[in-house]
């Protein structure tokens, strides 16, 4: 099993930027692909980005495309997302998600969740 922590989330005006983190306990963090969702109020848990296990494959939802990169350091059990150019659309809680299966974007095919950290941006 795995543990996630994420971190990093606040309040921001549109077109900053925000780095969050996700650290990793338990299991070899480098034996899991890891995801990027997020949930808005009164809508459902989206994709946002996923990367493998080596980190050498990267996968993207179409709406942060160009404005959000993720990245993994295994040897600090953490996986990034940067977050640039953000938008009131961005505001959401947002979750990092663990499974052994690389190239998941579907919620449901993730074994295991972070708790979430919330990102606000004001327009």
């Known amino acids: 099993q795995v543990q996630l922590d994420e971190s990093g989330g606040g309040l921001v005006q549109a077109g900053d930027s925000l780095r969050l983190s996700c650290a990793a306990s338990g299991d070899t963090f480098s034996y899991y692909a890891m995801g990027w969702f997020r949930q808005a109020p009164g809508k459902e848990r989206e994709f946002v980005a996923a990367i493998s296990w080596s980190g050498g494959t990267t996968y993207y939802a179409d709406s942060v495309k160009g404005r959000f990169t993720i990245s993994r350091d295994n040897a600090k059990n953490t996986v990034y997302l940067q977050m640039n150019s953000l938008k009131p659309e961005d505001t959401a809680v947002y979750y990092c998600?663990?499974?052994?299966?690389?190239?998941?974007?579907?919620?449901?095919?993730?074994?295991?969740w972070g708790q979430g950290t919330q990102v606000t941006v004001s327009s």
């Open positions: 998600a663990a499974d052994r299966q690389s190239g998941n974007i579907r919620a449901d095919e993730y074994d295991y």
